[in-house]
C-alpha cells in the first residue's frame, strides 16, 4: 500500500515538473504530503470470539505509530450487539496515553459510532498498545458461526483525525470481528478419562473433617495435577493436609517423592507424576483436614470442589496421550446430631488411630475423645463394654457398631 502511494505521487511530480514549471510549489506541497503520508498511525480492531448471550472483549490497538500527540477516530459496532456502556468508557489504558501525567482521553459511548480522541499534555509519543476495548454482547439467538463486524474509521469532526503539533498523519484502520462459537456444554465427569471425586461428609459444628480427596476413575495416568477449593468459612490444617501423603498411598507410593501439595493457598493444589509409568490404581490421593467452625448452624453446607488449574501444573497425561480430567464436587453437612461410631478422634474416618486414643482414654492419660462418637453402643455413657466393642471392631470380630 505503502509503495504504491509513493510511486503514483512520483509520478505525478515527475509529470508536473518536466512540462510544466508553473506547478513546482504544488509538487512540493505533494512531496510533502507524500513524506507524511509515509508514515501513518495504523489503527487495529482485534478479534473476539464468544458464545450467544455472552460478552466479549474487543480491543483496540494503535499498532504503528510514527509519534502524534493527538488522535481522534470512530469505531463503530454492528447494531446487533449490544455495547457495555460502562465498562467500555472506562476501558481505555495507559499504554500510549498516559491519563495519570494528565494526558486527555475519552472514550464516548453514548452514540454508535463510539468516539475515541486522545491528547498527550507532555508531546508527542510513539508508542504502540491497546488504546481501549470495546465490551459487547451478542444476542442470545446469535447463529453459530455468525459474525459481528467492529470497523474503526476517520472521525469527521473537529475532535477527528491524528496529529503532531499541526500537522496531520494519515490513520489507517484494521477492522475486527465478532465470532459467534457453540455453546460449550458443561462436561459431566462421566465423560471424562479421569475423575477426581470428593464426597458429601457430615459433621458436627467444631470438628476437624478430614476429607479424602479421590481418583474415582483412571484408565493409567502418569501425571496428573488440579486444584481442591474450599468454602472461606471452614479452616484447612495446612501441615496436616500436606503431610496426609504419607497415608494416602492408594494411588502413588509417595516414598518415591515425586507428589506434591501446595496447601498455602485456596485451592490447594495437588500434583503428581509417576516415575514408573502408567498406574490405573483409584482410590484416595490426599486428605484434607477441614475445621467446622463451633458457631456452624446445622444445615450449614461448606463446599469443597476439586477443580482445574492452570496448564504447567494442572491436568492429566498418559505415557502418551493427553487426558480429560472431570470433577466431583463434595461439601461438608453441619449436622450436630451426626454419629459417626468409632470415630474417636472425629476426623471422619475410623482408622487405628482411633483405637489407640480410646485405649490411652480408658488408661487414664489425658486425651480428648469424641464421646458421642466413642459411645458405640449408643447406651448414653462411655464405659469399657464400648471399648471392648471398639477392640473387637478392629480385631474384625465384627464389621460395624
Ligand atoms: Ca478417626
Ligand atoms: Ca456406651
Known amino acids: 500500500m505503502k509503495k504504491t502511494c509513493k510511486k503514483l505521487f512520483s509520478v ?36 473476539a470470539q464468544g458464545e450467544p448471550g455472552t ?20 469505531v463503530e459496532y454492528d447494531n446487533s450487539l449490544s455495547l457495555d456502556e460502562n ?14 501525567a494528565l494526558d486527555a482521553v475519552t472514550v464516548n459511548t453514548a452514540k454508535n459510532p463510539i468516539m475515541y480522541s486522545a491528547a498527550a499534555v507532555n508531546g508527542a509519543t510513539s508508542a504502540t498498545g491497546k488504546v481501549f476495548s470495546v465490551f459487547v454482547r451478542i444476542p442470545e439467538n446469535a447463529a ?87 468454602d472461606e468459612g471452614l479452616e484447612l490444617d495446612k501441615n ?7 497415608e494416602a498411598k492408594d494411588v502413588y507410593n509417595t516414598s518415591i517423592g515425586n507428589v506434591t501439595i501446595n496447601a498455602a493457598q485456596n485451592p490447594v493444589i495437588y ?40 496448564e504447567s501444573i494442572g491436568g492429566c497425561f498418559s505415557n502418551t496421550d493427553e487426558l480429560s480430567l472431570g470433577f466431583e464436587s463434595g461439601c461438608i453437612i453441619v449436622d450436630g446430631n451426626t454419629k459417626n461410631s468409632g470415630d474417636i478422634d472425629g476426623d471422619g474416618i475410623i482408622n487405628r488411630k482411633d483405637l489407640m486414643l480410646v485405649t490411652k482414654f480408658f488408661a487414664g492419660m489425658n486425651v480428648q475423645i469424641d464421646m ?16 471392648l466393642l471398639i477392640s473387637k471392631y478392629f480385631a474384625g470380630i465384627i464389621k460395624s457398631f
Open 12 to 47: 505525478v511530480c515527475c509529470a508536473a515538473m518536466f512540462f510544466n514549471f508553473g506547478v513546482y510549489s504544488f509538487a512540493n506541497e505533494l512531496a510533502q504530503i507524500e513524506e507524511y503520508a509515509s508514515e501513518r498511525v495504523l489503527v487495529s480492531v482485534g478479534n
Open 55 to 74: 460478552t466479549v472483549e474487543v480491543p483496540v490497538f494503535i499498532t504503528e505509530n510514527p509519534g502524534q500527540d493527538t488522535i481522534g477516530f470512530y
Open 87 to 100: 465498562a467500555t468508557a472506562k476501558s481505555f489504558t495507559s499504554e500510549i496515553y498516559n491519563t495519570a
Open 144 to 230: 453459530v458461526g455468525s459474525s459481528y463486524s467492529i470497523n474503526a474509521y476517520d472521525a469527521n469532526d473537529t475532535i477527528g483525525g491524528c496529529y503532531i503539533g499541526t500537522t496531520r498523519i494519515p490513520i489507517e484502520y484494521e477492522n475486527g470481528t465478532v465470532t459467534v462459537i457453540e455453546p460449550q456444554k458443561p462436561v459431566s465427569p462421566d465423560e471424562c478419562d479421569v475423575v477426581v471425586s470428593v464426597k458429601e461428609i457430615k459433621a458436627r459444628p467444631g470438628s476437624t473433617v478430614k476429607v479424602p480427596v479421590e481418583l474415582t476413575k483412571n484408565p493409567g495416568q502418569s501425571t496428573i495435577g488440579f486444584g481442591v477449593l474450599y
Open 240 to 246: 496436616a493436609t500436606v503431610a496426609s501423603l504419607n
Open 271 to 310: 500434583s503428581s507424576v509417576s516415575s514408573n509409568g502408567d498406574v490405573s490404581a483409584v482410590g484416595t490421593l490426599f486428605y484434607m483436614y477441614l475445621k467446622v467452625p463451633e458457631n456452624a448452624a446445622d444445615g450449614t453446607t461448606y463446599s469443597v470442589s476439586p477443580v482445574a488449574v492452570e
Open 372 to 387: 458421642i462418637n466413642a459411645d458405640v453402643n449408643g447406651d448414653g455413657v462411655v464405659n469399657r463394654l464400648d471399648l
